[in-house]
C-alpha cells in the first residue's frame, strides 16, 4: 500500500487510522524481536493521535487537503529529537534523554498528521555504514538476517522493508539514506543540502547532513518531500527557494533526457554483478526516451580522503557537547567508530595541521563540487551505482574502518557537493535488492523523481516483499 | 620607575551588547536575572540538534562600533568555533571569529598618544558557575542566563606604556561604547571586562641592538593580566606587574609566559594558567552560520545610525560654547543624551544665558533645567528697556555716586547695581546691569 491507496481507504472508510495504527505495531511486534529496527516505541502516543484523526475524518473529509500525510505511519531515526519521546542517537551517552522540543521536521510531520510510530536504530551518531555501529542491538536485512540492512540509517531501512511503517526517515551525511535504501529495495532520498531543516536533528557533520527518508515507492517519497521541504528561521544554512509540488510532475515523459555515466565509478572494486544490473536500467531508460553518454568527474579520486578530513573535523566538534556534565554518560562512553573520528578530527583541525588537512580537503572539496557543475553542463542527471557491492554479512567488515568507508564510495562524492541524489530499485541479483542512484544539480529533486518514477512504474521492483532468509 | 625598562601594554576588552535578545537564539537578553536559568532555551543550552541564528542587531552594533573606533570593515566576516570544555560552555566550544573578524584597524586616542585597535569582533558569552556551600556540601551550579549574550571583543596593538594610560584607554572606551548606546558596560556585573598582556622592554639592550630602527621589538614574553572589574584594580594590578616583572629581570631571568589574576584585596596578581597548559582552540568555520556579506548598501544604513564623532562633538563644543571636555563629559553618556543637552545650550544662547555657566551649575549645583538654573541665579525677566528707565531714575536721586564713580572710585557701582534692583523689585543678572549702569556713566 502506498500514501495514495491509505488515503483512499481512511476516505472511504475501508479502515481506520487506528486500525491502521495497530496494524502498523503488530508488523513491528512480529519481526522486530529478530530485526532490532527500532529502540523506542510510541505505541500509546500513536492510537491516541490515530483515534484523534478518525474523529477529524469523520467531520471532515477535506481534512487531507490540510494534512497530507494524515494517518500515515512513520518512524524517525534516533537522530531526530522528538518533545517527549526518548532520543538516543543510537548511543548509550545519552540513552535516557527525553528531549523538550521537536526538531522542525518532526514538526512539519506531525503538523501533516503523520503518526509517530517510534525510533529507529542507527549506527551511533551517525557514523557507519552497516548499522553495526549501533550501542543497541544490531539491526538485520528483512531479505537475509545474516546480512547488513545498511546505515547509518539501519533501522528506519528495515522497518520501512519489512512493512512497519510507511516512511522512515534518516540523515544523509556520506550515504546513511541511500546506502539501507539501495540494501532494503527502497526509494531513499538525500536532498540538496539546505532544502530541508536540520533544526533538531542531532548533527553529525553539519555541512554535509541532509535530512532525508525512506520509502516504499517513489510516489510516497516525493509526497514526504513537500511535508519536509522548505526554509526554516530556526537554521540558516536552508535556502528560500520555492518548494516544488513534486508529486505533480510525475509520470511526465523523460524523452530527450540526457543521462551522463560517470566514468570513474565504473572501476576496479565494483562488483561484476551489480555493474550488469545498472547496465541493464540504462537499457531500460533509453527505452524510455532518455539518452546515455559517458561523463568524466576527474577529482574522484580525492573524495573519500577529503570527506574523511572534512568529516571527523565536524564530527570531534559536535561531539564535544556531550562532556558528562549535563547528559549522563562520560566520555569514555563513546564507542570505537566515535573515539576514532574524534581523535581524527582533533588532529586535522588542531594548530600546525589546519592547513594541511582541514584547508585543503575544503579545497578538494571546491574541486568535487566544480566536477558535478560541469558535468551538468552536458548531461540532465548522472546514474551510478549506489553500493560497489551488494549487501555484505553482518561482522564481514566491522574490524576494516577502512573497507567499510569504502562501502560508501559512490555515495560521499554527493554529499560533498551538496547536491541530491535519490536510490531507486535497479534490480534483484542472487535475491539482494542493487540499488541505482540518480544524481542532479542542486534543488533538482522535482527531475529526480520524474525520472525515478517512470522507471519504477516500468519495473515495479518494489511489489517484491523480503522473505526474512535466515530469519 | 628608572627608565631601564618601559612597560609595552595591550588590551583585550569584552563587552556584554545590551541587546533584546541572545547572539544565537530568541532568549530574552538578561544576564543578571535574579532567577538562574530562566532565560534559556535548546539552543544557548547547547542541546543535541539545537542550531544557532546570528542576531542582525549585535552584529550592526558590533559594526557601529568598529566604525566609532575607525575601523575598517569587512566585507566577508563569518564565525568560527573556539573549542574548549569548561562546564560554563555547553556546547564545548564558543563562537566566535577568528580570522575574519567584523571590524579591523582602528584608532583610539589617549593623551600619551593614539592606541590602535587590532580588531573589533563579536562571539557569545558563556554561562555562569556559582561555587557555593549548600546542606555542607560544595557544589558548583550553573546559570545559563548569560550562555549566549552577544559579547564584543575589542582588541589593542601594544601601543600602551603605562598604567595610567591604560586605564584612560579603558576609560575612553567605555565611553564611546556607552555613547553609542550599545552596552551599559556595568564593570562590577561582568557587563563590561579588562585583560591587559603586560611585559616590559629593557630599552638599553634595545637601544644597542636597533640603533637605526625607531620601531622596538618586543619582548620574547608576555603575561596576561585576566579578570579586572574595575579602572582602579586595571591601574593597580598592571602597575604590580610591572613592579613584579622588573625585579625577575634585574636577577637575569625572564617572566614566564601566563595568565594571572587580580586579587584586589592584597594587590596583588597571582598564577592562573601558564603556557604549558594553554589551549589548542581548534578553530574552524561554524558549519551552522553561513558567511556574512556586508554590502556597501547595509553598511551605509549603519553609517547612518552613527552619531556625531565623540572626539568632534567634544571639540565642537569647545568652540562653539567654550565648553571644557572633561567637565560637560560627565553630563551625558549616549549620543541621544548629548543631542538633548545641546538642545538645552540652545535654548541658553537664545536667551542670553552663558553656556558655560549653565554647565558649571550642572555638574556642581546638579541643576538639570534652564529655570532651575534662572532661579539659581535669581534672574527674573526683565528688559533692558524696561531697565533703563530704573537706572536713569536712580542715577538721578544719587548724584553723589556718580560723582563718585566718574572721580575713580569704582567700586560705588555695585551700590548703584543695588539700588536698581530694590528699585525694580526684581533679582537681575549683576553682570548684565552694571554693564548697562557703565552705559549711562
Known amino acids: 500500500m502506498t ?92 540513552g535516557d534523554y527525553n528531549p523538550p522540543f521537536d526538531a522542525t521536521v518532526v514538526k512539519k510531520l506531525i503538523d501533516a498528521g503523520a503518526i509517530i510510530i517510534g525510533k529507529t536504530n542507527e549506527d551511533a551518531w551517525g557514523h557507519g555504514s552497516s548499522g553495526e555501529n549501533t550501542d543497541y ?60 531543516s536540520r533544526y533538531g536533528i542531532i548533527a553529525m557533520a553539519s555541512s554535509f547532513d541532509s535530512i532525508g527518508h525512506m520509502t516504499r515507492t517513489v510516489y510516497d517519497n516525493a509526497k514526504v518531500l513537500e511535508v519536509t521541504a522548505g526554509v526554516d528561521p530556526f537554521d540558516s544554512t536552508t535556502v528560500p527557494i520555492k518548494v ?31 555493474s550488469n544490473s545498472i547496465k541493464n536500467s540504462l537499457k531500460i531508460l533509453e527505452k524510455l526516451g532518455a539518452t546515455v553518454k559517458e561523463v568524466s568527474l576527474p577529482h574522484t579520486d580525492y573524495a573519500m580522503a577529503a570527506y574523511y578530513i572534512l568529516v571527523p573535523s565536524e564530527v570531534s566538534s559536535n561531539l564535544s557537547r556531550y562532556d558528562g556534565i549535563r547528559y549522563g554518560g562520560s566520555r569514555e562512553m563513546f564507542g570505537a567508530e566515535a573515539k576514532r573520528r574524534i581523535m581524527l578530527g582533533s588532529y586535522t583541525l588542531s594548530s600546525g595541521y589546519y592547513d594541511a588537512y582541514y584547508l585543503k580537503a575544503a579545497k578538494v572539496r571546491t574541486l568535487i563540487k566544480r566536477d558535478f557543475e560541469n558535468a551538468f553542463k552536458e548531461v540532465d542527471v548522472l546514474i551510478v551505482p549506489t553500493s560497489p557491492t551488494l549487501p555484505f554479512k553482518i561482522g564481514e567488515k566491522v574490524d576494516d574502518p577502512l573497507q567499510m568507508y569504502l562501502s560508501d564510495i559512490f555515495l560521499c562524492p554527493v554529499n560533498l557537493a551538496g547536491i541530491p541524489g535519490l536510490n531507486v530499485q535497479s534490480g ?16 533538482s529533486e522535482e527531475l529526480l523523481y520524474k525520472v525515478a518514477y517512470l522507471f519504477e512504474q516500468e519495473t515495479q521492483y518494489y511489489k517484491i516483499r523480503p522473505k526474512f532468509k535466515n530469519g | 620607575m628608572d627608565k631601564k ?55 550592526e552594533w558590533t559594526i557601529k562600533l568598529g566604525l566609532a573606533l575607525g575601523c575598517k570593515i569587512n566585507k566577508l566576516s563569518k564565525f568560527d568555533r573556539k573549542h574548549y570544555f569548561y562546564p560554563d560552555l555547553p556546547k564545548g566550544y564558543q563562537i566566535s571569529q577568528y580570522d575574519m573578524p567584523f571590524c579591523y584597524q582602528g584608532k583610539v586616542e589617549t593623551s600619551f598618544g593614539p592606541v590602535r585597535i587590532t580588531r573589533v569582533h563579536l562571539e557569545e558569552d558563556t554561562g555562569k558557575l556559582i561555587h557555593q556551600n549548600i546542606n555542607g556540601h560544595n557544589v558548583s551550579l550553573i546559570d545559563f542566563n548569560r550562555s549566549g549574550v552577544p559579547l564584543v571583543e575589542v582588541v589593542t596593538e601594544p601601543d600602551i606604556f603605562s598604567s595610567v594610560q591604560a586605564k584612560e ?39 644597542t641592538n636597533n640603533k637605526s630602527n625607531s620601531k622596538f621589538k618586543l619582548p620574547n614574553y608576555k603575561v596576561e593580566l585576566k579578570n579586572i572589574n574595575s579602572f582602579r584594580f586595571l591601574e593597580r594590578g598592571i602597575e604590580y606587574e610591572i613592579e613584579r616583572q622588573r ?123 534652564i529655570e532651575e538654573f534662572k532661579k539659581m541665579t535669581n534672574i527674573d525677566e526683565v528688559s533692558d528697556d524696561d531697565l533703563k528707565v530704573i537706572i536713569e531714575k536712580i542715577l538721578k536721586v544719587n548724584p553723589k555716586a556718580v560723582a563718585d564713580y566718574k572721580a575713580g572710585k569704582i567700586n560705588t557701582i555695585n551700590f548703584l547695581v543695588g539700588m536698581v534692583m530694590r528699585e525694580a523689585k526684581k533679582k537681575i543678572e549683576f553682570q548684565r546691569l552694571q554693564d548697562l549702569i557703565k552705559s549711562f556713566l
Open chain 1, 137 to 196: 542491538e544490531v539491526t538485520r536485512n528483512p531479505y537475509d538476517l545474516n546480512r547488513v540492512p545498511g546505515g547509518s540509517s539501519s533501522g528506519s531501512g528495515a522497518a520501512v522493508a519489512y512493512g512497519g511503517v510507511l516512511v522512515g526517515t534518516g540523515t544523509d551525511t556520506g550515504s546513511s539514506v541511500r546506502l539501507p535504501a539501495g540494501f532494503c529495495n527502497l526509494v531513499g532520498l538525500k536532498p540538496t543540502y539546505g532544502r530541508v
Open chain 1, 428 to 443: 534483484f541479483v542472487d535475491g539482494f535488492p542493487v540499488g541505482m542512484q540518480i544524481i542532479g544539480p542542486q534543488f
Open chain 2, 247 to 369: 625585579e625577575i629581570l634585574e636577577s637575569g631571568k625572564t617572566p614566564i609566559q601566563e595568565t594571572r589574576g587580580y586579587n584586589a584585596e592584597k594587590n596583588i596578581t597571582f598564577t592562573q594558567r601558564t603556557k604549558e597548559e594553554a589551549a589548542d582552540y581548534r578553530y574552524f568555520p561554524d558549519p551552522d552560520l553561513p558567511p556574512i556579506n556586508i554590502s556597501e548598501k547595509w553598511l551605509n544604513e549603519i553609517k547612518s545610525t552613527l552619531p556625531e564623532p565623540f572626539d568632534g562633538l567634544f571639540k565642537r563644543w569647545q568652540e562653539k560654547y567654550n565648553l571644557k571636555p572633561e567637565l560637560v563629559e560627565l553630563l551625558f553618556e549616549t549620543a541621544e543624551e548629548s543631542k538633548k543637552l545641546e538642545e538645552l545650550f540652545k535654548k541658553c544662547i537664545k536667551e542670553k544665558l552663558s553656556v558655560e555657566k549653565f554647565v558649571n551649575a550642572m555638574v556642581h549645583k546638579k541643576i538639570k533645567t
Open chain 2, 5 to 59: 625598562y618601559q612597560p609595552i601594554i595591550g588590551m583585550e576588552t569584552h563587552v556584554e551588547l545590551k541587546t533584546k535578545s541572545g547572539m544565537f537564539c530568541g532568549c530574552k537578553n538578561d544576564p543578571d536575572a535574579k532567577k538562574p536559568n530562566i532565560h534559556t532555551c535548546p539552543v544557548c543550552l547547547g542541546l543535541p540538534g539545537a542550531l544557532p541564528v546570528a542576531n542582525k542587531k549585535a552584529i
Open chain 1, 3 to 94: 500514501i495514495k491507496d491509505i488515503e483512499e481507504s481512511l476516505k472511504k472508510g475501508v479502515f481506520s487510522c487506528q486500525e491502521l495504527v495497530k496494524e502498523s505495531f503488530s508488523t513491528i511486534k512480529k519481526h522486530d524481536k529478530k530485526i532490532n529496527a527500532f529502540l523506542t516505541l510510541n505505541e500509546e502516543q500513536a492510537l491516541k493521535q490515530a483515534n484523534h484523526y478518525d474523529n477529524l475524518i469523520k467531520k471532515d473529509k477535506n481534512i487531507f487537503d490540510e494534512k497530507p500525510l494524515l494517518g500515515i505511519p512513520v518512524a524517525l531515526k534516533d537522530l531526530f529529537t522528538t518533545k517527549d519521546i526518548r532520543t538516543t542517537a543510537g548511543s548509550k551517552i545519552i
Open chain 2, 169 to 207: 584607554y579603558a576609560k575612553k572606551l567605555r565611553q564611546i561604547i556607552r555613547y553609542l548606546d550599545i552596552s551599559d558596560c556595568d564593570m562590577e556585573k561582568g557587563g563590561m571586562r579588562l585583560e591587559a598582556n603586560i611585559s616590559l622592554l629593557n630599552v638599553k639592550s634595545q637601544m
Open chain 1, 244 to 274: 516544488d509540488q513534486y508529486t505533480k510532475k510525475l509520470g511526465q515523459s523523460i524523452k530527450g533526457m540526457k543521462i551522463g555515466l560517470p566514468k570513474e565509478y565504473f572501476v576496479k572494486g565494483l562488483d561484476d554483478k551489480v
